[in-house]
């Protein structure tokens, strides 16, 4: 598989070309990579309109998904956006009224691009004793969700979530085309399911839209993700794809993320299918060997390894401080759980080091606290009201009964633990403090002239 996109930078950086377009270091190298550094010069394509390199690279991971496939130099945030855009622009295309039944575990960017586009959302909760990480609906919920009301027009869900959990995709999609209902599939954390020995990327299994972040499975740069198209979409959709893309990102993509986006399919097209297949037991039997220690794991992704360590008798996040000090950094780590990803760009020996760190941690009395429950809030506003209301940065004491105005939460893991637009609620404050967070956005109480 060629790169014309590394290709046609390789060739400008060796041209001797006097640079009197921007970026402003002129191709000199600080950090490094300036050579390589471009914008939209002649030759170079131009991404939400690609005609040369760029469309042809897209055309190229578009062979390795099996489906229309467009690039984001923004993560998947940007393609979420484009996702909810396309999906509100079929339901108006149809005469029917954008309404978007969404898992709670989704991503602050999938709550702030529906209210910034004004779609309403249908929240589908976590089951009881569900972390509100996890909310992976069966194909049951979702035929009583669609069959109740107004019918949704779209289903969004997160999955592989940020603690592994897997949904029954395939399941979710036989719901969804029974009802002529969109299926939206945030994958951010699954690129690489595709490569797998039997694919279990969502595309494969039913989805109508889906977004993968390249960059936090696959050996490319931080940025670097993927919109797919699926089979049964329009094909208006697909053209619209790439202006719905501009419409939330830069008009100077970082061509630096999208060189790595070129590389990155030469590889995924041979050499990674076979190292991701030598790595997988690997994995599986590190899985074993923790568990054996007496550390409880959960999730079914197979790349990713989730502890809730305490089984162990400690805190995630006394655990994730300890593999800290032992130069072992994690991908995540909050009260009850800590993740960490693996890919095959680790270096040898991954495995027998994380084994030594855990090791060394003396097992204590499991600890059987058990964190609060992310509870429905009462709708006060609409997310869009909310989030475009006048507001004020409180300490979270002082914001019960107050309405929340932006998601207090950062990332990762980027779930919001209340909806904007609801009432901060006594439960919510003890979820706040569970989690550690000390500030709350709300909005502002305007006095009456």
Known sequence: MDTPVCDFAARYAQSGSLRLHMPGHKGQAILGPEPWDLTEIPGADSLYEAEGILRRSQENASALFGCPTFYSAEGSSQCIRAMVFLAAQDARSRGQRPLIA????AHKTFLTAAALLDVPVRWLYPQPGESYLSCQPG???????????????????????????QADIAALAAVCRKHQVLLLVDNAHGAYLRFLPASAHP???GADLCCDSAHKTLPVLTGGAYLHIGAAMPETVVWNAPQAMGMFGSTSPSYLIMQSLDRANAYLGGEFR????????RVERLKKHIQA?????????????????????????????????????????????????????????TGERILRA??????????????????????????????????????????????????????????????????????????FAYYGIQTCTVTAEVSAK
């Open 274 to 281: 076979r190292e991701l297949e030598k790595l997988l037991p």
């Open 203 to 205: 595309m494969d299994l």
């Open 358 to 431: 855990l090791e060394s941690v003396p097992p204590q009395t499991p600890i059987w606290e058990r964190p609060p429950r992310v509870e429905p809030g009462e709708p006060v506003l609409s997310p869009r009201e909310a989030m475009l209301s006048p507001w004020e940065i409180l300490p979270v004491e002082n914001c019960l009964g107050r309405v929340l105005a932006a998601p207090s939460v950062g990332c990762p893991p980027a779930v919001p633990l209340a909806v904007c637009g609801e009432r901060i609620t006594r439960n919510t404050l003890d979820c």
């Open 102 to 105: 969404a898992a709670r575990n």
């Open 293 to 349: 220690m007496g550390y409880q794991l959960t999730g079914t992704e197979p790349l990713k390894i989730t502890l809730a360590p305490k089984s162990r008798g400690c805190r995630g996040t006394e655990l994730g401080e300890t593999l800290a000090q032992e130069g072992i950094v994690c991908e995540f780590a909050d009260p009850d759980y800590l993740v960490m990803m693996f890919s095959p760009q680790l270096p040898g020996g």
């Open 139 to 165: 194909p049951e919920d979702l035929e009583r969700e669609l069959t109740r009301g107004e019918k949704p027009t779209a289903v969004y869900i997160t999955t592989p979530d940020y603690l592994g959990n």
